[in-house]
DNA sequence: AAACAGGCCTAAA
DNA sequence: TTTAGGCCTGTT
């Protein structure tokens, strides 16, 4: 069966803002892609027309995706181009979701958890975000919570970030590592980063020394670049895994936090082999995650 | 008020 | 190689 065509149309908002209108597209939920733990960089629109619109920066942009229950996607502040060069993308909607799909079902046993999952959580998209902005960012999500984690790095890219202006306001691009290395240690504890401030500063510094390099580490093998990730104070194996699958497209990673423990012993009591789970095996995790995390594993 | 939050580090078996 | 505490801070 072919994949719907997608198509995208120039329209303008009427504050004036050029938006791109992409229709035929099928996999995508974008309550769901942003809501689903992988980005702490968007919130929802209050007051959308809209049922779902998300606004926040992306590729130093900023920028609003929006849609009617899996219908169009409307993209605010985007020409066409753009949407071609830079969101299709980001987004993943490049990535063939049916067929992603299909193969993770045939890791799973047709009774297993799984089934349920994927339909709960059809429509997310693992994002291709950047991959200093997806390592730094979960090493702050380390014993933490959501709102706070999104509270920290907002603070960081006001003060480090480079100012966005959008229609009189502005927004701020999540800081560089040069920008983190310059500042020190101790003002990026000011920002209430705790005992993470010191894995933040050592990120960055590495960075900057050219110790890590994530053009090298896209390069690597999985398992290199894994451990490459590691050698930076406060990355251990879910920091680094979150890092591959949101930040270097590696969507064989598979990163094992609390939710995913409890959906490990509630539906895999004899335990899940995560090596069998396939080139997808994340974004299985994801459907899993989103399943548990959001519904309690009831739908 | 004690526990917990999308872990990791260190010390100790 | 695996296991227990402790950790900044904020919220319940």
Redesign the pocket.
Known sequence: MLSAVKMAESFIHEDGTPCVKVCGIDDFAVEKVFD???CFRFDPVGDSRYAFEFEGVAMGRYVRFAQNDGDNLYIYNSTVEDYEKIWKHYLALDADYSQINRDIAAHFPENSVMPSAMLCGKGIRILRQDPWETVCSFIV????????IKKIIAAMSEKWGKPIKHRQKTYYSFPTAEALYAAGEGEIFAL?????AGYIYDAARRCVMGDIDFDEIDRMTFAEAEKKLCEI????????S?ALLFGFSKTEAF?I???IKRVIAKYFPDGLDIDSLGPYAGIAQQYL?YYERYFGGEM
């Open positions: 689903c733990g992988q999500s380390q014993n933490n919570n959501i709102p706070r209430k980063t705790g005992f993470r104070r406060g990355v251990g194996p879910k920091v680094a979150c990163p936090d609390v939710w995650f």
